[in-house]
């Protein structure tokens, strides 16, 4: 069998309980979801972090607290979020990558997100791949399109990301490229 690497997304952005029951909002909720899916075969846990009350925050403590959580159940490679939700800023999005975790995302691109826009300014990709590597956290760049796939490797040619890339193809965002198999095969080529 091929070597396989499965991450587990556990939040979603901006997901609610009111779409799915199961939704871990709680740092000791998403930790047990991630030992849960460590133990089906996970090896990455990509997770957004959430106010008591669910709503999408990049609150470094509630970061840290979800970091701790996941650590003390399982040993998987802990990625955040440094999307947050629609309408944050970058510097508060940026914020818990100072929490030292082994990955975080780094949006490529400025997408269409249903109704609103998920600005990712090329100023702002810059510094948070500078961030990244500041404090030593592996980048995994989303492509929601296939022109963030140029400013990946215009990033790459100039130095701002370390090689080798990881790459999260997000597929079937409204606004964005279908999850269809053309779309990936298309991203692939």
């Known amino acids: 069998m091929q070597k396989l690497i499965i991450t587990a997304a556990l939040t979603g952005a901006e997901v609610t309980r009111a779409q799915q029951p199961a939704l871990p909002i709680t740092p000791e909720e998403i930790g047990i979801a991630a030992a849960e899916c460590a133990a089906a075969g996970a090896a990455i ?4 972090a959430r106010t008591p009350d ?5 609150e470094r403590e509630i970061y840290r607290q979800i970091i701790s959580e996941v650590r003390a159940r399982c040993n998987v490679i802990v990625q955040i979020s440094t999307g947050g939700a629609v309408g944050m800023s970058a510097q508060e999005r940026l914020a818990p990558v100072s929490l030292k975790p082994e990955m975080a995302t780094l949006s490529m691109g ?3 997100f249903g109704n609103e826009v998920f600005v990712n300014h090329p100023t702002d990709i810059k510094a948070f791949a500078q961030a990244l590597r500041q404090h030593g956290v592996k980048a995994e760049l989303e492509i929601f399109d296939s022109g963030m796939l140029t400013t990946a490797k215009c990033a ?22 279908a999850g269809t198999p053309q779309a990936l095969m298309y991203l692939l080529s």
């Open 156 to 177: 790459l040619a100039q130095g701002w990301l370390s090689s080798p890339a990881h790459f999260d193809l997000v597929l079937g965002v409204p606004g964005a490229m």
């Open 45 to 48: 846990v990509h997770v957004h």
């Open 54 to 58: 669910g709503q999408p925050t990049q």
């Open 110 to 112: 400025s997408v269409n």
